[in-house]
């Protein structure tokens, strides 16, 4: 078996994110949790699981804080996993990433879906601005690097955003670059 890169200690939060939750079954067991799965034997019956394998993805998610553990039953001594609030912050992910799924790899048509509880309508889920609104797949985003960024990081981010009407951004040397502020 191949062992596993870690990026904890990368610099770029993708990469951080799929440390995180990056390993199929963990982003599996956090869509059941987020349908009301709390126990063992429901991850292990939803997801055909092999109980190793189960039980060493629950500690994962359990270490990284994305579930609490807690006691439900005494004797014999069980467990349920609740979501966190970090874990509650992934579920935009998780439902973006059924949409993407669900456009790409389903010609067929979806086999889950979004729906609205309050009607019962198909939601169509997009990522947007927090301040404008915008949809960040409208164009007019791109990535630039924060105040943290590594001297490498700059160099692989740097832009140039000429006619596009974003803020000039300082390559790697603080200088400004052409259009960019």
């Known amino acids: 078996m191949v062992a596993r890169t870690s ?3 990368r610099p770029c939060p993708i990469a951080r994110s799929l440390d995180e939750v990056g390993e199929w079954w963990s982003i599996l067991l956090l869509r059941d949790a ?3 799965l709390t126990r063992f034997d429901q991850f292990q019956k ?3 699981i092999a109980p190793n394998i ?5 500690n994962s998610l359990v270490e990284r804080g994305l579930f609490e553990k807690r006691a439900y039953c005494e004797r014999p001594l069980r467990h349920e996993y609740v979501l966190t609030a970090k874990a509650r912050d992934f579920r935009p992910v998780l439902l973006t990433l059924l949409a993407w799924g669900n456009r790409h790899l389903a010609p067929e048509g979806p086999s889950l879906v979004v729906v609205d509880t309050a009607d019962g309508r198909w939601a169509d889920p ?3 601005d927090k301040e404008t609104g915008r949809e960040l797949d409208s164009g007019g985003f791109t990535l630039a690097t924060g105040p943290r960024a590594s001297e490498r990081m700059r160099q692989r981010y740097r832009f140039s955003s000429e006619g596009s009407g974003l803020p000039l951004v300082e390559n790697a040397l603080g200088q400004e670059e052409a259009g960019s502020r």
């Open 46 to 48: 939803s997801l055909d």
């Open 34 to 36: 987020f349908q009301g």
């Open 7 to 9: 990026f904890e200690t």
């Open 54 to 58: 189960l039980t060493r993805r629950l």
């Open 126 to 128: 997009v990522l947007v």
